[in-house]
C-alpha cells in the first residue's frame, strides 16, 4: 500500500514552460519531504525538500509547495530546460528511511 | 572526494543462486542504506546499517540479508534468486543519523 504517490506515470513539457509535479502522501504524521532526481544508469540525486513548518521553499528555477490539509506537495520547475528530462521521486523520511512515490517521468522537448 | 561506490554495475544470476553486491560510501559515512527499485514499486527501503549494526528493516523476505563492516563499506545478500528479484539495487550513505543521502548508481541485477 503505497503512502507516498505519484499518480502521472509520465510528463511532457516544452522547453521554457512550466513543469509541474505532483505527489500525494497519505499519513498527516510525515513532516518532511524530499524530492530526487533520476538520470537512467545514475543514482538518485537529492534536488530540495520541505518541512512541515513551511508551505513553500525555492531554489533557482526549483521550488516545492506544500498543502499539508490536502496532503499534497507539488514541484514546480521554471523554465523547464531539456537538461531536467528525468525520472522524479517525492519521498519522505521517516523512522530512518526514505520512503519513495513511484516517479514521474519529465520529457521536456525544445 | 569519491561518491557512493556500487559494484558491479551489472550482473545476470540464474534462479536459484545466490548473489552479493558491495556498496563503498563516502569516506566518512557510518550509514548505508540499501533500496530496491523496479518499474511497478518504486524505490523500496531493504535496509540500513549505521556502525556494523542492522537499525532499520523493510518488508522484504529472509532470503535479503546485509552487513556493514568496520571500514563502512556494505554487502548486500540475496538467496534463492527469483525472477522477480531482477531490479536496480541501491545503496545509499550519509554521514550520521540526522544527515541527508548520497545515492550510489546502482547495481543492475537480472535474474533469468
Known amino acids: 500500500d503505497q503512502q507516498v504517490k505519484q499518480n502521472s506515470p509520465s510528463l511532457s513539457v516544452q522547453e521554457g514552460r512550466i513543469s509541474i509535479l505532483n505527489c500525494d502522501y497519505t499519513?498527516?504524521?510525515?513532516?518532511?519531504f524530499l524530492w530526487y532526481k533520476k538520470y537512467p544508469a545514475e543514482g538518485p540525486t537529492f534536488l530540495i525538500s520541505?518541512?512541515?513548518?513551511?508551505d513553500k521553499n525555492e531554489d533557482g528555477r526549483f521550488t516545492v509547495f506544500l498543502n499539508k490539509s490536502a496532503k499534497h506537495l507539488s514541484l514546480h520547475i521554471v523554465p523547464s530546460q531539456p537538461g531536467d528530462s528525468a525520472v522524479y521521486f517525492c519521498?519522505?523520511?521517516?523512522?530512518?528511511?526514505?520512503?519513495f512515490g513511484t516517479g514521474t517521468r519529465l520529457q521536456v522537448f525544445p | 572526494k569519491a561518491g557512493v561506490t556500487q559494484t558491479p554495475r551489472y550482473l545476470i544470476k540464474t534462479r536459484g543462486q545466490q548473489v552479493t553486491l558491495s556498496c563503498s560510501p563516502i569516506?566518512?559515512?557510518?550509514?548505508v542504506s540499501w533500496y530496491q527499485q523496479t518499474p511497478g514499486q518504486g524505490l523500496q527501503f531493504l535496509f540500513e546499517?549505521?556502525?556494523?549494526?542492522?537499525?532499520n528493516k523493510g518488508n522484504f523476505p529472509g532470503r535479503f540479508s546485509g552487513r556493514q563492516f568496520s571500514n563502512s563499506r556494505s554487502e548486500m545478500n540475496v538467496s534463492t534468486l527469483e525472477l522477480g528479484d531482477s531490479a536496480l539495487y541501491l545503496c545509499?550513505?550519509?554521514?550520521?543519523?540526522?544527515?541527508?543521502?548520497?545515492f550510489g548508481s546502482g547495481t543492475r541485477l537480472t535474474v533469468v
Open positions: 545509499a550513505s550519509r554521514q550520521g543519523l540526522s544527515e541527508g543521502y548520497t
Open positions: 499519513n498527516s504524521m510525515f513532516d518532511y
Open positions: 520541505i518541512s512541515s513548518i513551511k
Open positions: 519521498a519522505t523520511h521517516n523512522t530512518d528511511k526514505l520512503i
Open positions: 569516506s566518512g559515512h557510518r550509514s
Open positions: 546499517y549505521f556502525s556494523e549494526t542492522q537499525r
